[in-house]
């Protein structure tokens, strides 16, 4: 029998949609704001959009109050709009105008969230764990280091939060910028300050070298660093243990204190996107940004081509017309990337997002750039590069999700807000809270997320919601709370490639 529901959400009063909460049926009706009923004409999955004006065959499809594609046939009321019906409308490289518009205002904070319990590093950087991490300048001494890691853990457990090795292939038979990229991604890495003391370690032949690595190295860091080349010692596992000791001694010197939460890092991600994403807990992440930024913190927005189509939304909130460049230069270099290599700028978003609602890539990006809220950008960093302004951020990087976490890891973020409507068990080298976009996901994998947006759907406000994520974050900053993915030792990363391997 079919029944008058309410269970769909309208964004913008000047959108040609609205987005189901549940599997509708052919003949279910939607009272609409304003009175007038829509009756939905063919099956449609939970949150994907339901047309609620005629639009005609080419017409711009309305949602957020921006376009999201152009329809490739005739739509009518009640019909459901997706791949069979909506083509994006993005096309090359474009010009842009800096038109810097920002309408946002610091917010003021409870006293109880302006502070937090971090380790203060000797050189005066925070730090919210006290790691000792393991860094290879080469992959194929993985696995000694990944034994080093577990002997370490074990042995050292009680003295420091843990000892950890990060995997990856790379740094031997790379030339030029690829092999930069690599260089400089692990540089970032070792001076993070949620490591306490780091442990590089080279084999002796590859062309990342360790004399060159350390060399790298600013002065200040010196201290917590530890290089080893595995050919030149009889043992590589007991000398690296004698490191790990002599960095343990130095860990166990530093104490947690009260720091202003200005001294936080947050990056800023979305995996596993959903028809949801860009309604509830994209929107989320960036009412937490700019809590974060109103309290003189730092946030981190990367995933460039999930900007594609959303992009003049950030442009125009640059500080100056130097970061519009830059971020100009950002964009039409990404896509650039993609023609280099033969490939259509606008092949996304993947199949999960379709599955769950997201038709094109305009629609992934207006849901997308939610994440950064609405603060002005004061920086754009290349990848591998750390952050070195406070407030909101621009990392260049791709949108997948290991590559973009590491990348924002390295930029220095402390934590990583890793929203999604699919689910992933993937944590990356800092602690990545999982965010759900829906109530039923975070209730069925219950050890993948770690925090409910869909809470947003069920009576709560942006704000409440907004203040209660802030001070869960400040539990985890403050040692009192692991992630989900820390607690299983779900820790990796990738390093991004655009080159020639020998």
């Not at 019909?79 to 409308?89: E, M, P, R, Y």
């Not at 990056?267 to 940004?289: F, Y």
């Not at 302004?389 to 997948?400: M, S, W, Y």
């Not at 539990?475 to 391997?501: C, P, Q, W, Y």
Request: with cysteine; aromatic share 6%; hydrophobic share 40%.
């Amino acid at each position: 029998m079919n029944t008058m529901i309410r269970d769909y959400i309208a964004i913008q009063k000047q959108d040609d949609v609205v987005i189901a909460l549940r599997d509708m049926e052919a003949g279910d009706t939607l009272l609409l704001d304003g009175g007038d009923v829509l009756t939905v004409t063919e099956q449609i999955p939970r949150g994907h959009k339901i047309a609620v004006h005629p639009i005609e065959q080419g017409q711009d499809v309305i949602k957020y109050g921006f376009s999201i594609g152009r329809a490739t046939q005739p739509i009518e009321p009640g019909q459901w709009i997706h791949s069979h019906n909506l083509h994006t409308g993005l096309s090359g490289t474009l010009d842009y105008e800096y038109a810097p518009t920002v309408d946002w205002q610091p917010s003021e904070l409870p006293q109880h969230l302006k502070t937090f319990d971090g380790y203060v590093r000797p050189n005066g950087e925070v730090g919210i764990r006290n790691e000792l991490w393991i860094i290879n300048t080469v992959g194929c001494i993985n696995k000694i280091c990944e034994a080093l890691a577990r002997m370490g853990h074990a042995e050292l457990a009680g003295r420091v939060d843990g000892v950890y090795h990060f995997p990856h292939p790379f740094g031997c038979s790379q030339l030029g910028d690829d092999l930069e990229y690599t260089r400089q991604l692990l540089t970032s890495l070792v001076l993070h300050p949620n490591a306490a003391g780091v442990l590089v370690i080279g084999l002796g032949c590859e062309n990342n070298q360790v004399d060159e690595f350390a060399a790298g190295i600013p002065a200040e860091y010196a201290g917590k660093i530890r290089y080893l080349k595995a050919q030149e010692v009889e043992d590589e596992l007991e000398a690296g243990m004698a490191y790990l000791e002599e960095l343990a001694q130095l860990a166990e010197q530093e104490q947690r204190q009260p720091v202003p939460l200005s001294a936080l890092k947050l990056g800023l991600k979305c995996g596993g996107s959903d028809g949801l994403s860009g309604i509830t807990a994209n929107p989320l992440v960036g009412k937490v940004a700019d809590l974060l930024v109103s309290a003189g913190g730092t946030a981190i927005l990367t995933e460039v081509p999930e900007m594609f189509g959303a992009e003049t939304i950030l442009m125009n909130r640059a500080a100056s017309p130097q970061v519009f460049q830059d971020m100009v230069q950002l964009i039409n270099g990404f896509k650039q990337y993609f023609v280099d290599h033969g490939q259509n700028i606008y092949e996304n978003p993947s199949p999960g997002n379709k599955a769950g609602g997201i038709t094109t890539l305009e629609e992934k990006s207006l849901g997308c750039t939610q994440k950064g809220g609405h603060s002005q950008v004061v920086d754009v960093q290349r990848y591998g590069h750390r952050v070195q302004r406070t407030g909101l951020n621009i990392v260049e990087a791709p949108g997948n999700d290991l590559v973009s976490v590491t990348a924002l890891s390295a930029a220095g973020a402390h934590i990583v807000l890793f929203t999604t409507g699919r689910g992933t068990p993937f944590g990356g080298p800092v602690p990545t809270v999982k965010i759900a976009t829906q109530s039923e996901l975070a209730n069925r994998k219950k050890h993948w997320i770690d925090f409910n947006a869909g809470q947003l759907l069920e009576g709560r406000t942006m704000d409440q919601v907004g203040l209660e994520l802030l001070e869960q974050i400040v539990d985890i900053a403050s040692g009192r709370l692991e992630t989900n993915s820390e607690r299983h030792g779900f820790r990796e990363i990738a390093i991004f490639k655009d080159g020639v391997i020998l």
